[in-house]
């Protein structure tokens, strides 16, 4: 099992960047696909991006592409999203999740529930 913390929520105004972090400890980070996901309230969480073991390899859902960027650091044992031009819609909290010797596309689809998360961290973003 892995340990996941995210950090780097808060609030933003429309147009505006963020970078969140997850740290991930436990077993050998190098061996997970990692993910990032989205749960607005009152709505399902959602997928937003995911990044192959050895970082080559990134997903993104069409409403972020463009716009999000996700990337690794397997000797810091961290993933990253950097989000720019953020919209009011953006506003969720935003989980990151790992998946043993998997691939970032089974992330891509239902159900999430599957592998490592962690608690989430609050992006909100102001009109």
């Known amino acids: 099992q892995v340990q996941l913390v995210e950090s780097g929520g808060g609030l933003v105004q429309a147009g505006g960047s963020l970078r969140l972090s997850c740290a991930a400890s436990?077993?050998?980070?190098?061996?997970?696909?990692m993910g990032w996901f989205r749960q607005a309230p009152g709505k399902e969480r959602d997928f937003v991006a995911a990044?192959?073991?050895?970082?080559?390899?990134?997903y993104y859902a069409d409403s972020v592409k463009g716009r999000f960027t996700i990337s690794r650091d397997n000797a810091k044992n961290t993933v990253y999203l950097q989000m720019n031009s953020l919209k009011p819609e953006d506003t969720a909290v935003y989980y990151c999740?790992?998946?043993?010797?998997?691939?970032?596309?089974?992330?891509?689809?239902?159900?999430?529930?599957?592998?490592?998360w962690g608690k989430g961290t609050l992006v909100t973003v102001s009109s």
């Open positions: 999740a790992a998946r043993y010797r998997d691939t970032p596309q089974s992330m891509t689809v239902p159900p999430y529930g599957m592998g490592s």
């Open positions: 436990g077993r050998t980070f190098s061996g997970y696909a």
């Open positions: 990044i192959s073991m050895s970082g080559t390899s990134t």
